[in-house]
């Protein structure tokens, strides 16, 4: 085959890893395929709703003053939940507000498309509805796609297929996936007007709320979220899935019951669900990325090498997906007609910090799968609160003695300094 009949990247998955890799290497004058197997970019999607700004910014700056982002967030939330009680830790902070703003609210339907789009207008050859099937391969490189009867080649093929990336499966770069990895996500988006949605959450207009909630899973190792959008609330969980069986719970059980919890339905009330969504998300950070992230003519970028972060008050998928495919665009660049980018691709990812961070909150998923972090703790943390709060006429115990008896009746000292060691060695 002739070089003007390949592509210099053919790009598989039209998310934010893949979109990303698209828009630089199309700007950048390469011949690029972008394929996604939905009918448009974002329609198989589900997040639970944040993008960290500065990965657009990387991309192109001021790109994300044209996205369809939702609000800028402010108001950071940690809610645990007791079983009709709630403590919230509501810290607001308007620096994450001004001038490029910190991180946006977002929808993944409307922002896939979009960002697909802005690809597309860069050169980039958008081509919806088309589902990989195959890798071609050639004197053990990997030179192209097949797509139904469609052979198609390219010099470098970018895996940018998702959390179970079945491209690099196909390439022997990864083993099907094992419960042990990975969370499942379930997110209803429940609409409600703007102004009632910043009434019920302190907020200004165009400012979001993000809240990590704990003590919502049933006791099923995970946890939730909740994130305000400009006329709806996100509002999820992501569980552990071996856990959710072994409990015999189901997800949807599970989701009814946070809705009903006196603390969220209020935040709720009145809203209508449009849209309910399921999704898995990497869990073990850098622990479930692949030893190999490339072979000859191949990489992978985004979940499908496993990069997100859950670090228990934040979670780091879209932007670093979004870094990985700049990352891949940028070896890819910087190594003319090169099929073996990979070395170049490794080098990027340590350049942008990408590699460093994931190392760097190796162990947190350790410390998050400690079931007293979901069902001991946030109950002990509420009734904490109402030895504070409660009167009731009659003579209160003595605070310390009060507060030892909650303590003691949750956990041990013994089992209170392992998590303590196990806290302090996962930062
Ligand atoms: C419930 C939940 C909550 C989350 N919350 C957050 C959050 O708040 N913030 C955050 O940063 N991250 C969050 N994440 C993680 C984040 O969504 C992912 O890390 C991010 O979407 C990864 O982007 P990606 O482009 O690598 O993969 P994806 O977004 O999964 O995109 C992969 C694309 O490839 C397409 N595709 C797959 N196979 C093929 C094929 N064979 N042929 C053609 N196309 C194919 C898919 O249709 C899809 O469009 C969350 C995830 C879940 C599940």
């Given at each position: 085959?002739?070089?003007?009949?390949?592509?210099?990247?053919?790009?598989?998955?039209?998310g934010?890893?893949?979109?990303?890799?698209?828009?630089?290497?199309?700007?950048?004058?390469?011949?690029?395929?972008?394929?996604?197997?939905?009918?448009?970019?974002?329609?198989?999607?589900?997040?639970?709703?944040?993008?960290?700004?500065?990965?657009?910014e990387?991309?192109?700056?001021?790109?994300?003053?044209?996205?369809?982002?939702?609000?800028?967030?402010?108001?950071e939330?940690?809610?645990?939940?007791?079983?009709?009680?709630?403590?919230?830790?509501?810290?607001?902070?308007y620096?994450?507000?001004k001038?490029?703003?910190?991180?946006?609210?977002?929808?993944?339907?409307?922002?896939?498309?979009?960002?697909?789009?802005?690809?597309?207008?860069?050169?980039?050859?958008?081509?919806?509805?088309?589902?990989?099937?195959?890798?071609?391969?050639?004197?053990?490189?990997?030179?192209?796609?097949?797509?139904?009867?469609?052979?198609?080649?390219?010099?470098?093929?970018?895996?940018?297929?998702?959390?179970?990336?079945?491209?690099?499966?196909?390439?022997?770069?990864?083993?099907?996936?094992?419960?042990?990895?990975?969370?499942?996500?379930?997110?209803?988006?429940?609409?409600?007007?703007?102004?009632v949605?910043?009434?019920?959450?302190?907020?200004?207009?165009?400012?979001?709320?993000?809240?990590?909630?704990?003590?919502?899973?049933?006791?099923?190792l995970?946890?939730?979220?909740?994130?305000?959008?400009?006329?709806?609330?996100?509002?999820?969980?992501?569980?552990?899935?071996?856990?959710?069986?072994?409990?015999?719970?189901?997800?949807?059980?599970?989701?009814?019951?946070?809705?009903?919890?006196?603390?969220?339905?209020?935040?709720?009330?009145?809203?209508?669900?449009?849209?309910?969504?399921?999704?898995l998300?990497?869990?073990?950070?850098?622990?479930?990325?692949?030893?190999?992230?490339?072979?000859?003519?191949?990489?992978?970028?985004?979940?499908?090498?496993?990069?997100?972060?859950?670090?228990?008050?934040?979670?780091?998928?879209?932007?670093?997906?979004?870094?990985?495919?700049?990352?891949?665009?940028?070896?890819?660049?910087?190594?003319?007609?090169?099929?073996?980018?990979?070395?170049?691709?490794?080098?990027?990812?340590?350049?942008?910090?990408?590699t460093?961070?994931?190392?760097?909150?190796?162990?947190?998923?350790?410390?998050?799968?400690?079931?007293?972090?979901?069902?001991?703790?946030?109950?002990?943390?509420?009734?904490?609160?109402?030895?504070?709060?409660?009167?009731?006429?009659?003579?209160?115990?003595?605070?310390?003695?009060?507060?030892?008896?909650?303590?003691?009746?949750?956990?041990?000292?013994?089992?209170?300094?392992?998590?303590?060691?196990?806290?302090?060695?996962?930062?």
């Amino acid at each position: 085959m002739s070089d003007e009949e390949k592509f210099d990247a053919i790009i598989i998955g039209a998310g934010p890893a893949g979109a990303a890799c698209a828009y630089v290497l199309a700007k950048n004058g390469k011949s690029v395929l972008l394929v996604e197997r939905g009918t448009s970019a974002g329609s198989k999607n589900v997040t639970g709703g944040r993008l960290y700004t500065y990965a657009l910014e990387l991309v192109e700056p001021g790109l994300y003053q044209e996205a369809p982002l939702e609000r800028k967030v402010v108001r950071e939330q940690i809610m645990m939940l007791g079983n009709s009680s709630a403590m919230t830790m509501d810290y607001v902070d308007y620096d994450f507000g001004k001038e490029v703003p910190q991180s946006y609210s977002v929808l993944r339907a409307p922002f896939d498309e979009w960002f697909a789009a802005q690809a597309e207008a860069q050169g980039a050859m958008l081509a919806p509805g088309i589902l990989v099937d195959e890798l071609l391969e050639a004197d053990g490189k990997i030179v192209g796609i097949k797509a139904g009867d469609d052979e198609i080649y390219a010099t470098v093929v970018i895996a940018a297929d998702g959390v179970n990336s079945f491209i690099a499966q196909k390439a022997g770069l990864r083993k099907d996936i094992d419960a042990h990895s990975v969370g499942v996500g379930a997110k209803e988006i429940i609409e409600l007007p703007e102004q009632v949605i910043e009434d019920r959450f302190n907020l200004n207009g165009g400012e979001g709320a993000a809240r990590v909630l704990v003590g919502c899973s049933g006791g099923v190792l995970g946890g939730g979220f909740l994130y305000t959008n400009k006329s709806s609330i996100s509002l999820g969980v992501v569980l552990n899935p071996e856990d959710l069986a072994d409990q015999g719970k189901s997800i949807h059980e599970i989701m009814q019951e946070l809705k009903m919890h006196p603390a969220i339905y209020p935040l709720i009330k009145d809203g209508t669900t449009v849209e309910y969504g399921a999704h898995l998300v990497p869990e073990t950070g850098y622990h479930a990325m692949p030893k190999d992230l490339y072979r000859d003519g191949l990489i992978m970028v985004g979940d499908a090498a496993g990069m997100v972060v859950n670090t228990g008050t934040i979670i780091r998928g879209i932007d670093l997906a979004i870094v990985s495919g700049v990352a891949a665009a940028q070896a890819i660049l910087k190594n003319e007609n090169v099929s073996n980018v990979g070395p170049a691709y490794v080098k990027e990812l340590e350049d942008l910090d990408l590699t460093p961070t994931m190392k760097l909150y190796a162990n947190f998923h350790e410390l998050m799968s400690n079931r007293r972090m979901v069902t001991v703790y946030p109950k002990m943390a509420n009734e904490m609160m109402k030895v504070l709060f409660a009167v009731d006429g009659k003579l209160p115990e003595r605070m310390d003695k009060a507060m030892l008896k909650v303590l003691k009746k949750h956990v041990t000292f013994g089992q209170l300094l392992a998590d303590g060691w196990r806290g302090f060695k996962a930062v």
